[in-house]
C-alpha cells in the first residue's frame, strides 16, 4: 500500500492506494499517530484503495474516534467494493462518507 499525504493548515488529506489489510494497516496507524498532533480535519481519500480488512476497518474506527475529539474525518473516494465492506459491517454508519 502506498499513503500519500497532503498538509495544510489544520487540515490533513491521506490518500491510500493498494490493500488496507493485516499487512499494511499498522503502517498506516503508526503514520496517522506521528502526523495528528495539530490536525483538526482529517480526509481519507479512497480513490486507489482496491481492498479493505478487518485490521485496516480497525485503523478507521481509532482516527475516528481520535478525530471526533479534536475535529472532523471524512473519507471520499470510496469504491463499490470497500463501501459493501463499508455497509455490511455497520461503518457506514459510524464514518462520514462522500
Do not use: C, H
Not at 487540515?11 to 489489510?21: Q, Y
Not at 503514520?31 to 485490521?55: F, R
Request: glycine letters at 6%; aromatic letters at 4%; a negative charge.
Amino acid at each position: 500500500m502506498t499513503i500519500n499525504k497532503t498538509q495544510e493548515a489544520g487540515k490533513l488529506t491521506v490518500a491510500l492506494e493498494g490493500r488496507l489489510d493485516t499487512t499494511t494497516a499498522p503502517e498506516l496507524e503508526a503514520d496517522l499517530k506521528a502526523s495528528l498532533d495539530n490536525v483538526t480535519e482529517l480526509v481519507v481519500d479512497m480513490e486507489k484503495l482496491d481492498y479493505i480488512s478487518s485490521a485496516g476497518l480497525r485503523v478507521l474506527l481509532w482516527a475516528q474516534k481520535t478525530m471526533n475529539k479534536k475535529g472532523s474525518m471524512v473519507v471520499k473516494n470510496v469504491s463499490e467494493v470497500v463501501n459493501e465492506v463499508f455497509e455490511v459491517t455497520g461503518f457506514a454508519d459510524i464514518l462520514t462518507i462522500e
